[in-house]
Every structure is written in C-alpha cells, then in structure tokens.
C-alpha cells in the first residue's frame, strides 16, 4: 500500500473459531507486525462476521474508512491502492466488480454457479432500481464508515450475501457515491464453497421483493391510493343511494364526487403529503384550487358516465363510473404532486 500515501492503514482478520489455525497464526504474525489485529468470536456466519469486525474497526480501532475484502486471497490484494484513489477522488463507497470490463469470474466455476452468480446480481440490479452498480454480493469493497454506522441497525438482521447486498442497498438510499474498480475473482484452493444456489436466489429474491414493497408501502402513492379507496367509498355510498331515489346517474355521480374530494383533501394533506402540508390562512386558497384541479377528474368522472348510459343504457352505469375513477384517479395524483402539493411550496 506504498502507493496510497495519504492513508495509514491497520489490519484486522476477523476469524470465527476456523480450524485451521487462522487466529493462533495471525497472532504470531501481530508479535512482530504491530498493525496487525484478529478479533475472534463464535461461528454465526458471514453477515454476523462482517457486522462484528466493522463495529470493531470504528469504535476501537477509530477507522474512518473501511476496506472490506476476503482473507484467502480471492481477492488480490494488489488491486486495492485503486479503490482509495476512487475515495480520494470523490466516491463514497467503492464497490471491486466481476461484471465490468477488466472484471472477471473464475473460469473453473461450474455453469451453474456462473449462471447463479450473473441471474443473482442481475435480479438485484433491476429488482431494486440501480442498474449502474454491477456486483452486489462481492465482499471486495471499500466505503467511508458513516454509511455502515447508518446501516448497522438495519442490516443486522441479514445473514451471508443478503448482507452484502442490504448494505450496499441501505449506503445507496442514505446518499453514497458508488464507484467501482475492475477484479478478477479467483476461487478458493482449498475447501468448498458454502453457498447454497437455490437458497441464494431465493433469498435474493425475497430480499428485493420485501424492500421494493416496502418503499412503495411508504410511498405517496401508496398513501394517495389509501385516500382514494375512502374517497370512492365515499363517492360510491353518495351515487348508489342519490341514484335509488331517483337522481340521474351523471348527478349522482357529480355530487358523490365532490364529497369525495372534500374527503381526500383533508386526508391527502394530513398524511399523503405531511411533509408538505398545508397550513394556517393557506388552506382556504389551496382548498379552492384544489376544487379546481379535482374539477378535472369529476368531468373526467360524469363525462364517462353520460356518455356509457347514452350509448349504452342506465343499467351499465356502474361500468362506467369505475372506468371514470380509474382515469380521474391518474389526473389527480399528477395534479395535487405537482400543483397543489409541490416540492417548492413552502408555506
């Protein structure tokens, strides 16, 4: 590491209870090279490994930037002075990929290993929505330590490849500079690969669908579609009773609509967009403005369903409501995210 001069550098190996001797010969090694360290601990696997000896690099070694890497030489050592010119130049966390151009896997691997490995990292880089991050469940990466002091809650819970891959995902969303550096992965001499390929894939699976429905769970769409599902209740229980005593559906269906949106306004600026909520003398205004822009779906609404019992009789009415709905429900939410509730609305 002569070549990255900017850096002091300390190693720790973190082994759990290997039976090959790994501790007792790393502490002969530490006699004699003081920057040397091995933290011990009992078997509980990868992820658990990982989190015990980054904790321990922060609070007791004081490190401010972490490389992480395999011990058993899968990963060559001689490519990391590339990943700290990459934080020297401005990146955050600095991921070593098999599937950029320089990268490689091994060519011994099985067929069906390379075919787990490339579907794996594949399904995560489009599962979640970040394509440009090309290997995700690689252990060769080099990150600034507030991104794993994020994390570490979070990720605490994951175990094996999933861990590499809801730490990674976790520095992403809290803002981190990805770059990568091109390795060669070179497998193991000696012993055997622990990875169970279908449970792989299964948990990488799991992972992606449980985080992609999450956001979407605390999305403001999400909350938007809740709203609208009273809002239609609403809407529904006004048009059905109106048209029972007689009104013309289109009437019916104008009159529920508009309670409807005295409905979700409350709700929608109460919780939707909480984060920014109208308030105080502002809500007046806003509340007529967004009469007017829910004018849109209500047209929307009754237009389709005059012209669905004109042409196809009043019995079919109903069709033509959900149909009016469904449309309106797009007006709506592309009007009150960027008119009514805009990023730039500051009151």
Not at 158 to 172: C, D, E, M, P, R
Not at 266 to 292: A, C, D, H, M, Y
Not at 311 to 332: C, H, M, Q, S, T
Request: net charge positive; proline share 3%; charged share 20%.
């Amino acid at each position: 590491m002569a070549s990255v001069k900017e850096f002091s550098f300390e190693i720790l190996v973190v082994d759990d209870t290997s039976p090959d001797g790994t501790a007792d010969e790393v502490k002969k090694f530490a006699k004699v090279h003081t920057n040397v360290h091995v933290l011990t601990g009992k078997k509980e696997g990868l992820g658990k490994a990982l989190l015990r000896g980054m904790t321990y690099a922060i609070d007791v070694m004081h490190a401010d930037i972490i490389a992480q890497m395999d011990a058993d030489l899968s990963h060559d050592p001689r490519a990391l002075p590339q990943f700290f010119k990459k934080i020297s130049k401005g990146d955050s966390f600095v991921v070593g990929s098999r599937y950029i151009p320089g990268g490689s896997i091994p060519n011994n691997w099985g067929f069906h290993r390379k075919i787990f490995s490339v579907a794996g990292n594949g399904i995560v880089r489009f599962g979640l929505g970040f394509p440009y991050v090309h290997d995700w469940t690689g252990g060769y990466r080099v990150f600034k330590k507030e991104y794993f002091q994020k994390a570490k809650e979070s990720v605490s819970k994951y175990s094996g490849y999933v861990y590499q891959i809801a730490f990674l995902h976790k520095a992403i969303l809290d803002g981190a500079k990805v770059g990568e550096v091109p390795i060669s992965f070179t497998d193991r001499k000696f012993g055997r690969s622990k990875i169970a390929p279908l449970q792989y894939i299964q948990n990488v699976l799991y992972y992606v669908g449980t985080a992609r429905f999450n956001e979407f769970r605390h999305s403001s769409f999400a909350k938007f579609a809740v709203v609208g599902t009273i809002g239609f209740v609403i809407n529904t229980f006004i048009l059905e009773t109106l048209v029972k005593s007689g009104y013309q559906p289109a009437a019916a269906s104008a009159l529920g609509a508009e309670c409807a949106i005295i409905s979700n306004f409350i709700f929608n600026n109460g919780w939707t967009f909480k984060g920014r909520k109208i308030s105080g003398i502002w809500v007046i205004p806003k509340f007529l403005q967004f009469n007017l822009t829910s004018l849109g779906a209500l047209m929307i609404q009754s237009g389709t369903v005059a012209l669905g019992t004109m042409f196809f009789g009043r019995d079919v009415y109903r069709w033509f409501y959900i149909l009016g709905v469904g449309i309106g429900l797009v007006w709506n939410y592309t009007m009150y995210s960027k008119v009514i509730w805009k990023h730039t609305q500051t009151r």
